[in-house]
């Protein structure tokens, strides 16, 4: 509460950690059998109903669907392979992660944390039947509150003062109205052709950005972005905390499940800068204008978080380097990469 770090989520979670570590809520009848008592059974309920089938997660996308821009991504489509490249972290991990957890279920749980996307972690998690779904999800989301902190040490250390100079032209042309509402309806298609397993993540991502550009639901768009988000996150909090019994806890995968997050926010973070400084390799043999390597780290999940830090880090360097609409198309790019990124974890080991 007093840092305001990501209160929206955390804050229920722990609540529901209280709840359900009160003496007498859970009994263990037989060897590794548990009874639920009071409100624990009331917990009980809502995480069959709601995170068992990966049910509050997906309603949440369509919120967040909703909220997103994707104008930016859209003025300048090449942004998308910066996305793309910020999910490096997700496969790094997985393979650090496959050391310390012998089922490589588990490991390819912990590694999507480097999505830095919270529901897509969450249902990752549990559907590929992981027993850390709580601390896989407080992990996703204390770093994602923490992004100020990560990003911008690895940032200047990958970058010179010169190549966090480099100014951008930003040439605003208008999209149509016609390929906003083909954009998300385009992109479902393609991702369930080719990636049967993201049609839930995608789709309802896609649906809630539909309902935003079609123009003739303005009700159903503001109540998926106000109402409909903040009352679904309200119950993914507090039902995740189902999990968080102290023994399953406070333990050493819990530690070593949250060294590995930040693992993978940091090999996020540095994998779309080189990916970055490597295109402007390919783009100084083609005679063109480089880019500022720094938009590269905006290519992660964390929605708009990490598109404001780029442009505050150009800003500090140069007062007239405006890199926010480049930083932001490449983090709306970073949202649909990393859902197609727990799409194929899906797919591999599911």
Not at 236 to 242: D, R, S
Not at 246 to 255: H, I, K, N, Y
Not at 289 to 304: H, W
Request: with cysteine; aromatic share 10%; proline share 5%.
């Amino acid at each position: 509460i007093k840092k305001e770090m990501e209160p929206t989520l955390l804050l229920p979670i722990g609540f529901g950690a209280i709840l359900m570590n009160f003496p007498g809520v859970i009994e263990e009848v037989a060897d590794g059998v548990y009874e639920y008592h009071f409100v624990g059974e009331t917990l009980e309920t809502l995480y069959n109903a709601g995170i068992a089938n990966e049910l509050f997660p997906l309603i949440l996308f369509i919120g967040i669907g909703a909220m997103i821009d994707f104008g930016p991504l859209l003025t300048n489509p090449k942004l998308m392979i910066f996305g793309a490249a910020a999910q490096f972290g997700i496969f790094f991990t997985l393979c650090m992660a496959s050391v310390f957890f012998p089922e490589i279920k588990d490991a390819a749980s912990i590694a999507i944390i480097g999505a830095a996307d919270g529901p897509t972690s969450i249902v990752v998690a549990n559907a590929l039947g992981s027993n850390y779904v709580g601390a896989i999800t407080v992990a996703a989301y204390s770093y994602m509150a923490l992004v100020p902190i990560i990003q911008p040490p690895v940032i200047k250390a990958l970058t010179t003062k010169n190549e966090r100079k480099i100014r951008m032209a930003y040439n605003p042309q208008s999209v149509s109205k016609t390929t906003k509402i083909l954009f998300p309806i385009v992109i479902t298609i393609v991702a369930c052709v080719f990636a049967p397993s993201a049609g839930s993540l995608i789709g309802f991502l896609m649906f809630g950005n539909l309902i935003r550009e079609c123009g003739v639901l303005d009700s159903l768009s503001e109540t998926a972005q106000k109402v409909l988000a903040n009352l679904i996150t309200i119950f993914l909090g507090i039902t995740i905390a189902f999990n968080m019994t102290a023994e399953q806890f406070l333990s050493v995968p819990t530690l070593l499940i949250m060294g590995l997050g930040l693992v993978a926010f940091i090999v996020d973070t540095a994998g779309g800068v080189l990916f970055a400084k490597l295109f402007n390799v390919i783009l100084k043999l083609l005679g063109k204008p480089p880019i500022n390597p720094m938009i590269g780290a905006a290519g992660i999940s964390a929605f708009p978080m990490s598109g404001r830090i780029v442009h505050k880090m150009g800003l500090e360097e140069d007062n007239q380097n405006f890199l926010l609409m480049h930083s932001i198309g490449v983090n709306v790019s970073g949202q649909i990469a990393s859902v197609i990124a727990g799409a194929l974890i899906l797919g591999f080991f599911g």
